[in-house]
């Protein structure tokens, strides 16, 4: 794969779409969408233009508008007439937003690789306007073998990569990196451009049945929707995507805050309403009417109060009086009460004694029914519940459960079925306070069973019906698992709406917060750090191949390798493994492996772009004999020349794009055991007292690898996300090196 020839291309058109953007007039403009409003225009000032109601702050004609950059313009030469601000045409109007018309760029091949199809796409506003893209926007790409960047103003690169080989791993409504990859944008962006590129010199050839084109664009949160591989195989994707995806344009007022346009005595908010900082990004403010008032904010004689009494949905249920903001409620003459219709509203009065009689009566009679009532609900309520745990139970397999584990000959009782009651008392109702964590598959709770045995209880988002029958089946299959390096899983839970899974508990927190300085890293010396990759790697190779159904673990990585109180790795969280078809999948993991030698993180955009995609930054490390300049102080003063030397080819082969060529997991694990054999420092015992052993020596105490270049202190310690940060360029998401 020729990926560097790529991006350099992708990175030149992009600089000279900037160059040409930039020195186009500000007459050049794209269409907009704008949302209808309940605003009203200046007075005397032409209040439509085709089906567009034009509000203030807009406005048409000199005088209509608050300051230029809200001069509408329409154009009548057009039919429908054509809503313009300079080269935008506008077509509705909310308080805050506009939206602008979707341009895609695609890209598209013949089944011989050949380009049939390549247009970028973009759009700009002017960088001195009051407006800017919204965040409720997404960057967007669709393909399977295609990665995009997008550039902004100011000064901002980010992208994405999708990939997939065949139409079955492609998942609807899922943009996590299999054929849909979606990053979200910057405030105050305002400029864009993006194209899109091919991962492989192979130009779609090995897809091409299924996905003979690419896109990616800019879109409103809401308004799409991934539909797999139908959309790969529609012709009018790009259209469709530019008529039903528009892009929201944030606006607001000056270029001052609430306070500074005060003191200034220039701040456009009239009576009976209130002034909000912008949020956006872009100097300015806006304002907005105070409750119970409604109107134009921005107009004398300013926003008006709302008469709640002329709303039949009013609460009054006697006299309704209006007043400034509100209204209050009350009873005619001759009647009590206090006039609601959520409250005891109006009642003619009565004369003392029979209506003292009659209230304790009532009361009496009320607090006894009342009492029925009640017992009856808590009955109905229990068989209820008992019916509705039955009815999950069912739903979420529990007699195909049950059926399994009596068959299941010397295993009856490996797997246990614990009841909702349990698990919420472990629990204490799940409450917050007993959260251990959250992830995209759910929530878990530490939970204290009735024996005192401390639990991690994990409780799913959702659950689809259809895969219950392989959802039992990797229940019993891992509660059989039983290895030392492997969280255990206990049991299950299928009385509630979404099964819930209880793992032993594993005390000291994750690998990635040793490595990156969330928790202590004074145990983590360079022994340490082979014997967590070794047992790491023994876990997987066990779950590959010496278990009665091979499993696949497909979330390797240092956030799901636990620790207990000793230090012992323990793998956890299994919502994303299979059986296993293919040996060769530790390309994961040796991610993991890179961490352990560097300590830097993944992905981590406070690094340079070259260092930013640990992955790409080792592989190319080892090509430069850069090696040990990368590798982390302690783990080259600590290891063996001969050790470094063998895992760093080690994570090497762990990182082949190609996965015929990857070790597989038994073969790392076997690697890992032998290099910790070599325990003794090679300078230390060979050539004796020589010069050189002297020389690599004074190396080693002046911090500098072997290569005579000073060692990298940087760790790379920054935020990370799933998928990218809003200020980098193309970078892995990490789920691609899965």
Sequence with gaps: MNFTRNTELFLFLIMLAITQSTSQSTTTGDVITITKTANV????????CGNVTIPYPFGIGPGCFLSEWFE??????????RTQSGGLIILEFTDYTFRVANKVAS?????FGN??????????????????????????????????LYVGLPNFTSGCIALCSKPEEVVNGSCSGVGCCQTSIPKALKFYYTSVASMTDTNHTTIWSFDPCTYSFFGEQERFTFNGVSDFMDPNFRNRTMASVPILVDWVVGNLSCREARNAGVLACQANSWCVDSDTGVPGYRCICNNGYEGQPYLEPGCHDINECADPNNLCNGVCTNTPGSY??????????DGLKNGRGCAKKKSEFPVIKLSLGMGFGFFAILVGIRWLYFVIKKKNLVKLRKKFFQQNGGFLLKQRITTNEGNVDSTKVFTALELE???NNYAEVRILGRGGYGTVYKGILTDQRVVAIKKSRVMDETQIELFINEVIILTKVNHRNVVKLLGCCLETEVPLLVYEYVSNGTLYNHIHGIGTMTWLSWENRLRVAAEAAGALSYLHSATSTPIFHRDVKS?????????????????ASYPLIKHKFPRSFGVVLAELLTGKKPLCMDRIEDERNLATYFIMSLKGDRLFQILEPRVVREGTLEQLQQIGELVKRCLNLTGDERPTMKEVATKLEGLRKFTQHPWASQHGDDEENANLLNVENQETDLYDEPINQHSGIGDISSGFSINTGLVYPSNILR
Excluded at 118 to 124: E, L, M, Q, W
Excluded at 331 to 336: I, K, L, M, R, S
Excluded at 563 to 572: Q, R
């Design 425 to 427: 008392k472990a629990t």
């Design 559 to 575: 956030a799901n390798i636990l620790l207990d109180d000793n230090y012992t790795t323990k793998i956890a969280d299994f919502g």
């Design 72 to 81: 509408i313009t329409c154009n009548t030469s057009v039919n429908p007439p």
């Design 328 to 337: 209050t409620c009350s009873c005619e003459d001759g009647y009590v009460g």
């Design 41 to 48: 225009t200046k007075p005397g000032c032409q209040s439509q």
């Design 107 to 111: 890209r598209c091949y013949d089944p």
């Design 115 to 148: 380009i049939t199809e390549d247009k970028p796409a973009g759009a700009r506003l002017d960088r001195a306007s009051p407006f800017s893209f919204s965040q409720k926007n997404q960057f967007t790409l669709i393909g399977c073998d295609d990665f995009a």
